[in-house]
């Protein structure tokens, strides 16, 4: 395990030398990586940091203002970017491309906003199992495999990128940061986005960001590493007696160390039914629910 005050110690005189007397921008979505990178770069540079958090519109249920709530002690600019991730992941089927759209757009908000502030570098919350699922080509990260070749800023910092994520969460204690962030379950940086299978739609979205909302009130309590909905694809089901095709959504718990392996969280069957009855009652385009009991591996954490 990592030395937590050495680590922040050397981690802020690092981000000061990197960066010298220049602005940085800061990614930062709320989650512990993100807000652990944040918070050493905002006392390693004060008022020469810029703390973005881009609404992409694939984020969780209320996420925005859950961000503006827990980080209201930063000059956090949110930029309501949804169109223009909706549109770049229009007709977009393929996961890796998936993550490279999203990738990309990124990077394109950020210069956006580095041009108007003269911002020479961006700050990212890479930590190591980010690098090692990209170079391993298991999946590419929107952080790592997933950003274009070309970019306009002079050097992207990462302090965390040979951390994992338990470690992440060591500094965040240290750092005396709540531990609604500290503990915060992860999420990926293509949000949403990676949790529907097949084109990205605001239908899509809508649903498996109402079916996250009651998996995540259902479950948070069992105390797992990461939960959360996934939308598959359309099946048949039964309505009122009436026939419908609905959206089936799938249901995924898991307990782990580091993320890069995890097994299943064994859910008492009356959790899983109520959650199946309160997605398919609450959601009407919604014909059925099933549970992902495969561990990791042969499966990855998230669905795409």
């Given at each position: ?104 757009t990124f990077i394109r908000v950020f210069e ?193």
């Amino acid at each position: 395990m990592v030395n937590a005050e050495k680590f922040i110690e050397e981690a802020i005189v690092e981000i000061k030398r990197e960066i010298g007397t220049q602005r940085a921008i800061i990614a930062l979505s709320g989650g512990v990586d993100s807000s652990v990178c944040a918070t050493l770069a905002y006392q390693a540079l004060g008022d020469r940091l810029y703390p973005v958090y881009v609404d992409t519109g694939l984020m969780r249920k209320g996420e925005t203002e859950t961000i503006q709530k827990a980080f209201r002690y930063m000059p956090l600019t949110v930029i309501d970017a949804k169109a223009r991730f909706i549109n770049a992941l229009q007709g977009v089927l393929d996961p890796e491309d998936k993550r490279k759209a999203v990738g990309e757009t990124f990077i394109r908000v950020f210069e956006d906003v580095a041009r108007q502030k003269q911002v020479s570098y961006l700050v990212q919350g890479t930590i190591y199992p980010d690098i090692i699922e990209s170079e391993g080509e298991i999946k590419s990260h929107h952080n790592v495999g997933g950003l274009p070749s070309e970019m306009e800023f002079n050097g992207v910092v990462e302090p965390l990128k040979y951390l994992y994520k338990d470690e992440v969460r060591q500094l965040a204690r240290a750092l005396k940061l709540p531990p609604e962030v500290s503990e915060r379950m992860p999420f990926p940086g293509p949000g949403l986005a990676v949790r529907i299978i097949g084109e990205v739609t605001e239908e899509k979205l809508r649903v498996v960001g109402e079916a996250n909302a009651i998996v995540e009130q259902e479950i948070l309590s069992y105390n797992p590493w990461q939960t959360f909905a996934a939308l598959l694809e359309k099946g048949t089901g039964v309505k009122g007696d009436v026939r419908v095709h609905g959206w089936i959504i799938a249901v995924r718990a898991v307990q782990s160390r580091d993320g890069m392996t995890a097994s299943v969280l064994e859910l008492p069957y009356d959790v899983l039914r109520k959650i199946a009855s309160r997605i398919t009652s609450e959601l009407s385009d919604v014909a059925r629910v099933v549970y992902d009991i495969t561990p990791k591996p042969p499966a990855t954490i998230e669905f795409e």
